[in-house]
């Protein structure tokens, strides 16, 4: 699956779609292929402030128990409750799947993100 050139994304796989001051994050194409089937995303509650590098929640699959990190800091401003009900959206539609909106402190960081190309030559 080609990445999307819309999206930033991180070494922990982790994807980004920046707007103003805010950025919807999902996990890659790449992750969900190596988790497998997902069963259960634990998400922090709206207002949760979240540090780059850090875990935010969980991922659950028929393989494992995955940590997620966040690739900006902020606060939550909005979780995907769907995932609640269809957790299996990010097998499907990986890259149209959020799971948080974070406000992001001090705007987009300059360091850290990688965009698509970038991204699949750390695959290869």
């Known amino acids: 699956m080609p990445y ?3 999206l930033k994304y991180s070494k922990d796989h982790e994807w980004l779609r920046l707007s103003g001051e805010t950025a919807d994050v999902g996990i890659t194409d790449y992750a969900q ?3 497998g089937d997902v069963v259960f995303v634990d ?3 709206v207002g949760t402030a979240v540090t780059k590098g850090a875990p935010f929640g969980t991922i659950e699959s028929v393989k494992a128990v995955s940590e997620l990190f966040a690739p900006v800091s902020g606060e939550i401003i909005a979780v995907n409750e769907r995932l609640a009900q269809a957790p299996e959206e990010v ?4 890259h149209e ?3 948080v909106r974070i406000r992001m402190d001090g705007g987009v960081p300059a360091d ?3 965009d698509n190309a970038q991204y699949e030559a750390l695959l290869t």
Do not use: E, I, S
């Not at 097998?91 to 990986?94: E, Q």
């Open 4 to 6: 999307p050139t819309d």
């Open 33 to 35: 292929a190596q988790l």
């Open 43 to 45: 998400l922090p509650a």
């Open 91 to 94: 097998n499907t539609r990986p």
């Open 97 to 99: 799947t959020w799971m």
């Open 112 to 114: 850290g993100l990688l």
